[in-house]
């Protein structure tokens, strides 16, 4: 298979693209920063329009779709905001417009999206028929998967992939944790009793790798869901309260986890951001369940004790 990833250069995307490789995949991925001359890596603007660029989804089998600025990078302010927008809904413009203009067709498109689209649910269980939030993060998700849908056609499927927490030391969330547990100052945020809806990286990779390589197989995409289009939860099948999280990570670090972080400390230093660190959803992968996708770790310690402790058998 051939195999487009945009956006790709970052920490999910460089995941993806070696497991693709190791399993004898073509990947080509569409960057800013593209090299002259380069088999594998393509230029482009994503700026809402198409381009040179959009010849190389001629021949692709699949368009996966990872562009985006870091939610958490920088405190939240009017112009932050807008560039979290323009940053994902303009290279998914592009590459809808792409799509359908592409002959052939690719016959799957996935969008990374987030399951910040939920907003905040308390401990309800939130599958992928829960209604979106109205906060920013779940309007700019609802906007951000209409501009993926748009793509949508009895030739190419869309796979909505509403990501939660993705685990790994090297990257993402726990990058940022691990630090003050370490150093035996870690703790719950607020309350604590917020949910984390967190994912493996292995699993998060299987799972999109299952959507592109292997469910096509098994059922055909235009059967999926109503207008070709299907949203799917790449979250663990057991999620956690924050106070949980911060117990288990503790315990996999053999270090207390008796800090807390005061909400309002929070706001402080993040401002509107905190708002969805202090909430949370308890979002659950029904689809891929349902369609016989199976988790390698299911659950949190097992999880943490892999990528932290990885000499260890439980």
Not at 96 to 103: H, N, Q, V, Y
Not at 261 to 270: N, Q, S
Request: charged share 20%; with cysteine.
């Amino acid at each position: 298979m051939t195999i487009i990833l945009a956006g790709g250069s970052g920490f999910l995307g460089r995941a993806l693209a070696e497991r693709f490789t190791s399993t004898g995949h073509t990947v080509r991925t569409l960057t800013r920063r593209a090299q002259p001359g380069s088999p594998t890596l393509v230029a482009w603007q994503p700026d809402g329009t198409t381009g040179p660029w959009a010849n190389t989804l001629a021949d692709a089998d699949a368009v996966i779709n990872l562009a985006g600025e870091g939610i958490s990078d920088k405190r939240w302010s009017a112009a932050r905001k807008q560039v979290l927008r323009d940053s994902r809904l303009l290279p998914t413009r592009s590459l809808a417009r792409a799509l359908i203009a592409a002959p052939p067709r690719p016959r799957l498109f996935v969008n990374i999206s987030a399951i910040g689209i939920y907003g905040a649910h308390g401990d309800e269980p939130v599958t992928e028929k829960t209604p979106p939030g109205d906060d920013f993060l779940a309007k700019l998700c609802v906007d951000w998967e209409r501009e993926a849908a748009a793509a949508a056609s009895a030739g190419t499927h869309v796979a909505l992939v509403r990501t939660g927490i993705v685990l790994h030391p090297e990257g993402g969330a726990l990058t940022s944790m691990l630090p003050p547990f370490r150093m035996g100052i870690g703790g719950p945020m607020g309350t604590g009793q917020q949910f984390m809806s967190w994912i493996h990286l292995d699993d998060w990779i299987a799972l999109v790798d299952w959507l592109a390589t292997v469910r096509p197989a098994t059922a055909p995409p235009a059967t999926e869901a109503p207008g070709n289009v299907a949203a799917w939860n790449a979250t663990a099948p057991h999620p956690v309260t924050n106070a949980e999280f911060a117990r288990v990570l503790g315990r996999v670090l053999r270090r207390p986890a008796i800090m807390p972080i005061p909400g309002f400390a929070l706001r402080l230093l993040l401002g509107e951001f905190a708002t969805f660190l202090l909430t949370g959803a308890r979002v659950i992968p029904e689809r891929a369940e349902r369609a016989g996708f199976r988790f390698r770790y299911p659950a949190l310690e097992p999880a943490l004790m892999s990528l932290l402790r990885p000499g260890l058998k439980m």
